[in-house]
């Protein structure tokens, strides 16, 4: 079965760091663009991070310079580490795969979501 | 930053009846649109890719249109399980993927 299953959210203070992980099994990991998509509660997706297959990341403005995505290809696995992190950075974080082949490039494979609280 | 908007922001419909709900882009996204459905507490689903194409096991009532800078998702005829948030999402600019804000579709 195609899984994607993140791990390491949590509570956190303003100003700290968190690592997310995301564990993926059932397809060739090391062959897939992989992103990070957030949403606050009650709110809408927000796209926060990418790693191309080479391992090229892309990020938008609003967590450039805090937040640094890597891959591991031997174990299958995807990360996220947050630095700096604020109230605004409180929401479920996503895993997604993105297929070009089948998809024209959506996002194909989500994972359940893990949730980060940025509080005092 | 391409901006898409979504409208209506609820549709309030009966089951069996037909749902259109819009996706517009600040700028064209050629056919590069996606949609999806996100129930509760669950992740989200891909259901339509460039514009039109159903995704693998996605029914035939969900049916894409558009391009450029104007989308449309129709739900042909209403089951209970369609009852959800629809986001509409472009990959036009690779390094600054945008979702829309979501169209609630909940029972009249």
């Known amino acids: 079965e195609v899984q994607l299953v993140e791990s390491g959210g949590g509570l956190v203070q303003p100003g700290g760091s968190l690592r997310l992980s995301c564990a993926a099994s059932?397809?060739?990991?090391?062959?897939?663009?992989m992103h990070w998509v957030r949403q606050a509660t009650g709110k809408g997706l927000e796209w926060v991070s990418a790693?191309?297959?080479?391992?090229?990341?892309y990020y938008p403005g609003s967590v450039k310079g805090r937040f640094t995505i890597s891959r591991e290809n031997a174990k299958n696995s995807l990360y996220l580490q947050m630095n700096s992190l604020r109230a605004g950075d409180t929401a479920v974080y996503y895993c997604?795969?993105?297929?070009?082949?089948?998809?024209?490039?959506?996002?194909?494979?989500w994972g359940q979501g893990t949730m980060v609280t940025v509080s005092s | 930053e391409i901006v898409l908007t979504q409208s209506p922001a609820t549709l309030s419909l009966s089951p069996g009846e037909r749902a259109t709900l819009s996706c517009r882009a600040s700028?064209?996204?050629?056919?590069?649109l996606a949609w999806y459905q996100q129930k509760p507490g669950q992740a989200p689903r891909l259901l339509i890719y460039?514009?039109?194409n159903r995704a693998t096991g996605i029914p035939a009532r969900f049916s894409g249109s558009g391009s450029g800078t104007d989308f449309t998702l129709t739900i042909s005829s209403l089951e209970p399980e369609d009852f959800a948030v629809y986001y509409c999402?472009?990959?036009?600019?690779?390094?600054?993927?945008?979702f829309g804000g979501g169209t609630k579709v909940e029972i009249k």
């Open positions: 460039d514009a039109s």
């Open positions: 059932g397809f060739t990991f090391s062959s897939y663009d």
């Open positions: 790693i191309g297959t080479a391992g090229d990341p």
């Open positions: 999402q472009q990959r036009s600019n690779w390094l600054a993927l945008t």
């Open positions: 700028q064209s996204v050629s056919s590069y």
């Open positions: 997604a795969r993105v297929n070009y082949g089948d998809y024209g490039g959506a996002f194909d494979i």
